[in-house]
């Protein structure tokens, strides 16, 4: 079995375990325990004779125990839980102990990049809502409000005899409104493209042209070469990618027309956005902070993604931005 510690450090953990009888209790105290011992120490520990397992503080283990080894996980310098491996006839050996040790360290290098990758997908959550909680206060909560201002301008010009000025108001609501629409459904898109993981992601990236740009008066063009399916994570972050580019293109580029192509090979896809709206010097960009927030996420979900990202622009010559992954 391997158990392993928690970040609080008081309680261990048995998170896997192979051919041990389901009586074997789920959590273990850091204190007054051999496995908090090891963790402590970072020793591993050998018991041939069950007599002994009470003074090495073996607790809460079954009737049939006979032997005992027991190893520390090591990683990133420290100790992260420790490896059980028990009932071995005649005993375990200080062969079998070294032999398991490599075994350990292997397992806690597994354990540990795993953790790793948890972390960096809550993370990569976590900074997904707090972007989207930016965009609904600033977007569609600011629409709302302008509506509310509008319709109260338009109730007291129709009050004051003034049909004009309240026709005025309530085209300007009619607007307001629109546009409120559409950062709304960009939105929805945002929290879950509903055809990426059934149809892929040619058909989603369809799907968001089509509700999204199209909608926003963009004429857009899809091109697609060598189709084929990739594994869900690489959709998704290419999606993300392609979403937070096209979300620039409508935000900031006062663009007509905006292009999308996927290049597959067979060791590689490519991704490219191209837009002929205003562009900009990317060096001036960089330098003030201006609009770099959407531009520094794509190039670190490319990073972690272990894909190649390039960017171009200048001013009135449009902007054409391409990552490439390999599969």
Do not use: C
């Not at 350990?104 to 972390?119: D, F, K, N, P, V």
């Not at 707090?130 to 509310?148: C, G, I, N, W």
């Not at 292009?259 to 900009?280: N, P, W």
């Amino acid at each position: 079995s391997a158990v392993l510690l928690p970040a609080d450090h008081t309680w261990l953990e048995v998170k896997h375990r192979l051919g041990e009888p389901a009586t074997v209790v789920e959590r273990l105290p850091v204190d007054g325990t051999l496995a908090g011992r090891i963790v402590r120490q970072g020793k591993p520990v050998r018991l041939n004779d069950p007599a002994r397992f009470a003074n090495a503080q073996v607790i809460q283990w079954p009737a049939e125990l006979t032997t005992l080894l027991t190893l520390p996980l090591r990683a990133n310098g420290g100790v992260i839980g420790v490896l059980d491996v028990v009932n071995k006839a005649g005993g375990f050996t200080e062969e079998d102990e070294r032999v398991m040790s490599v075994f350990a360290s292997q397992a806690a290098m597994a354990i540990e990049h795993a953790r790793l990758q948890q972390q960096a997908e809550q993370l990569a959550v976590l900074e997904e809502r707090q972007r989207l909680a930016r965009e609904l206060h600033d977007s569609v909560t600011q629409s709302l409000y302008s509506v509310t201002l509008y319709a109260n301008a338009a109730a007291l010009a129709l009050a004051a005899g003034k049909a004009d000025a309240a026709a005025d108001y309530l085209t300007e609501l009619q607007g307001t409104a629109q546009e409120g629409m559409r950062d709304m459904r960009l939105l929805i898109f945002q929290l879950h493209p509903p055809v990426l993981e059934a149809e892929g992601l040619v058909a989603a990236l369809q799907t968001r042209l089509a509700a999204v740009e199209e909608r926003a008066g963009l004429q857009t063009h899809f091109r697609v070469e060598g189709e084929r399916r990739v594994p869900i994570a690489i959709e998704e972050d290419l999606y993300w990618i392609a979403q937070e580019a096209l979300n620039n293109v409508r935000k900031h580029a006062a663009a007509h027309e905006v292009t999308v192509r996927l290049h597959f090979s067979d060791t590689s896809i490519q991704l490219e956005v191209i837009d002929d709206g205003v562009g900009y010097d990317l060096s001036t960009v960089r330098a003030e902070g201006r609009g770099s927030g959407g531009l520094r996420s794509i190039a670190e979900r490319t990073a972690r993604l272990g894909g190649r990202l390039h960017h171009a622009s200048r001013p009135g010559a449009g902007t054409r931005l391409s990552v490439e992954v390999s599969i």
